[in-house]
């Protein structure tokens, strides 16, 4: 099977279900645009996507191409976000999509999970600097991001964790 991503505006549980799935036996990859940000907030000159979103949009390739391969070592690889983010990102930004970015966006499951930010969950941090509307935004050009590219959009219902990982098991036809 190929990698199944998990994706979606930010504060939407996304990693809280990403990181349940994992905990029951599911080969998992985090969010490698989180610990990008991390890392860059580090450097003196760090590239960070509200500075730099072209560059760091370059930097996210890199890092998630390689994760890409990885998952497709294992049967069953579920991602924290993945290329295609990247071009909703530079969609939401205004910003044009380079044709390497579409062209490595390919080779996932063709149905992506979507996890819809969720006011109650949404915290505002120096990683997530945006307010919630922003992050709904964001959400919105993922979905029709994704949706340009090929792939079909199934949203996730918010509920606990536990019928979150048990709506994905069902929904894919996956076990653990």
Partial sequence: MKPIIITGGPGAGKTTLIDALGDIGFPIFAESSRQLIEQQSQLENGILPWLDLPGFARLCLTVMSEQKDQANQHPI??????IPDICGYLSQARLEIDEAYR???????????FCRPEASIYVQDDVRPYPFEEALEIHHALVTVYQELGYETVEVPFMSVKE?????????????
């Fill in 77 to 82: 690889a579920l991602l924290d976000r993945a």
């Fill in 164 to 176: 979150r990982v048990q709506f994905v098991e069902q929904y894919l036809g996956i076990k653990s």
């Fill in 103 to 113: 062209e490595a966006s390919q080779g996932y499951h063709r149905q992506v999970l």
